[in-house]
């Protein structure tokens, strides 16, 4: 009778582990829900900007002036990234990618014409 409860016992725990790592498994291969803000700032007139948004896809903006911000809630992509091209003949841009609030990458280009690009695996 002893024999049967711990078999009974052992069983039950084997399936409780079993679904406990199914479960963990999946919730590891889900994508994190993350806020993404993208920022460029400097001291010339306008931007040109392309950045990807939280539903996967691509957007760019023209002659923008500066500061430029866009904030994402919920991004659920693994990569990012923020192309930022200055319009002038002269000036400093930087690009920022923030993500829940740090400071993820930063990258800052200064002349005519340059591009300040940053991106990654976040």
Request: proline letters at 3%; glycine letters at 10%.
């Amino acid at each position: 009778m002893r024999k049967n409860v711990l078999k009974i016992f052992i069983a039950a725990l084997s399936i409780l582990l079993f679904a406990a790592m199914v479960i963990g498994a999946d919730a590891a291969c889900q994508p994190s829900n993350d806020y993404v803000r993208y920022e460029v700032t400097g001291d010339t007139d306008s931007v040109n900007v392309v950045l990807n948004n939280d539903m996967g896809g691509s957007e760019s903006y023209n002659n923008v002036p500066l500061p430029f911000r866009m904030d994402y809630g919920g991004f659920k992509e693994k990569y990012v990234y923020l192309y930022a091209y200055n319009n002038g003949e002269e000036g400093t841009i930087t690009a920022n990618i923030y993500v829940n609030g740090n400071l993820f990458k930063t990258a800052t280009s200064s002349g005519p014409y340059v591009t300040a690009v940053v991106e990654g695996d976040k």
